[in-house]
Nanobody, 115 residues
Framework: QVQLVESGGGLVQAGGSLRLSCEAS????????MSWYRQGPGKQREFVAE???????SYADSVKGRFTISRDFAKNTVYLQMNSLKPEDTGVYYC?????????WGKGTLVTVSS
């Protein structure tokens, strides 16, 4: 059993910042990819950012230059630093991890950006 738990969501004004965290816990030897996805009101879940086990980074075009993904491998944790937030960034942010040939999802943390 592996669990992903997100934290750090909240309410912020446009232009502000938040940092999300996701910790993987349970029995595991290693974690391959860790990623962030989000789902806004009335929208489908979309990719935000990814960091591989080799710390190769990728971002959705909509967040490039504003968001930064990073990992603490010793703590099995991935972070998403979100700067210059826009109202369109509002949504539930989900953590994803590929661990030993299986996919895992967190329950999400809500980010609300007011105009």
């Amino acid at each position: 059993q592996v669990q992903l738990v997100e934290s750090g969501g909240g309410l912020v004004q446009a232009g502000g910042s938040l940092r999300l965290s996701c910790e993987a816990s349970g029995r595991m030897f290693s974690i391959d990819n860790m990623s962030w996805y989000r789902q806004g009101p009335g929208k489908q879940r979309e990719f935000v950012a990814e960091a591989t086990s080799g710390n190769s980074i990728s971002y959705a075009d909509s967040v490039k230059g504003r968001f930064t993904i990073s990992r603490d491998f010793a703590k099995n944790t991935v972070y998403l630093q979100m700067n210059s937030l826009k109202p369109e960034d509002t949504g539930v942010y989900y953590c994803y991890a590929h661990i030993e040939y299986f996919d895992y999802w967190g329950k999400g943390t809500l980010v609300t950006v007011s105009s």
